[in-house]
């Protein structure tokens, strides 16, 4: 569709804007609230570059891309980065020790009620402290928006979260378990190599669709989407604990179970808020990880991103740490119930013919 033939007013006349304003007022009033509390805390706000020389290296992951041009013509590519996570942690190897980052972040290929192609990013990370410390921070910033939005109860899509209670902690493994009756971890060697067909057999079992041409991957992404997420953050929010290896690219491995990693994601009302990694540090690792990622992507989309050799020169001297990204615009709309992501943000892109 485009602009012009839209049914509805387009965002900056005078009465869609008077209809967005509660929830956007409410943007600014948990902005500021998450600022003083990271504050508090003895967090630092750093701010990091739009522009990167790689946006990131996940498989899945979309990203824009520009250009630098010399004074002699000359072209270099660069991205909008997907994530300020390579720069924050190249700050966590500069030295600092607690920071956090609002960061304007661009994903391709995205646009929906939940997703837009520029949204705001809110990471923290915390050196020589473990991920489950980022568990309770964020069972405390759900609080808090809902404290400041003064709401006591989230909701979308008809379903609701109290987010005053205690998350609802649970592993990959066992939800696959509860909610597909599948056995996860019969599918993962003890050094996180998957098997596609012992993963394909048990979905087959249970009458789940399995293309010929799915990899482990795609079949474990059907089952968390289909069987899996619908069933999280209802009544209370839900951190999704210890994903495997394979699907943990920047996740240093549990020590008690190397099939698995320090890896989860925070979900409320069904709808996925953060991601949070026990972070790896073993730039050799982390090589062989985005290399078989870009591997992947190659397979899947045609196409693949450089490596950011300054962030793996950086983790070889990066103290250990926990970091995660939470989608503000979502917890946002979760808070003030919005509906649509765009009602959150001051000024969306306008839809195209794409949106």
């Not at 997907?82 to 972040?105: D, M, N, Q, W, Y």
């Not at 050196?127 to 400041?148: F, G, K, N």
């Not at 509860?178 to 971890?185: E, P, S």
């Amino acid at each position: 569709m485009s602009d012009r033939s839209r049914s509805s007013p387009a965002w900056w006349t005078p009465s869609a804007h008077a209809d967005r304003r509660p929830f956007l007022i409410g943007r600014n009033r948990i902005q500021a609230a998450f600022r003083h509390h990271f504050a508090t805390q003895d967090f630092v706000e750093v701010d990091t570059a739009t522009l990167q020389v790689s946006p990131g290296n996940e498989a899945h992951l979309h990203a824009f891309a520009t250009e630098a041009l010399g004074h002699d013509g000359s072209a270099a590519p660069l991205y909008l980065h997907t994530s300020p996570e390579f720069a924050c942690k190249k700050l966590l190897s500069a030295g600092e020790t607690r920071i956090t980052c609002f960061a304007h972040v661009y994903r391709n290929r995205e646009r929906g009620p939940l997703h837009h192609p520029e949204f705001t990013m809110l990471e923290w990370y915390r050196v020589r402290q473990s991920y489950e410390t980022l568990m309770q921070d964020c069972a405390e910033l759900l609080a808090l928006a809902a404290q400041t939005a003064g709401t006591g109860r989230f909701a979308y899509n008809g379903k609701t979260a109290d987010p005053f209670a205690t998350p609802e902690r649970i592993s990959v493994a066992d939800a696959f378990t509860r909610y597909a009756d599948i056995d996860l971890l019969a599918t993962i060697a003890h050094d996180g190599t998957t098997d596609r067909d012992a993963l394909a057999a048990q979905m087959r079992a249970k009458t789940l669709r399995v293309a010929d041409d799915d990899n482990w991957a795609d079949l474990f992404s059907r089952i968390i989407v289909d069987k899996v997420e619908p069933n999280l953050g209802l009544g209370r929010a839900t951190i999704l604990d210890r994903y495997p290896v394979a699907e943990a690219a920047l996740a240093r491995p549990c020590a008690v179970d190397p099939r698995v990693a320090e890896r989860f994601e925070l979900y409320a009302c069904g709808v996925e808020l953060a991601n949070a990694f026990g972070e790896l540090t073993d730039p050799a690792e982390q090589r062989r990880r985005f290399e078989a990622e870009m591997v992947e992507k190659q397979r899947v989309y045609g196409e693949t991103y450089p490596l950011d050799e300054d962030f793996l020169e950086a983790l070889a001297i990066m103290p250990q740490a926990s970091g995660i990204a939470l989608g503000f615009d979502r917890l946002v709309m979760l808070a003030t119930g919005a509906l649509r992501i765009d009602q959150v943000i001051w000024a969306p892109v306008t839809e195209t013919h794409l949106g």
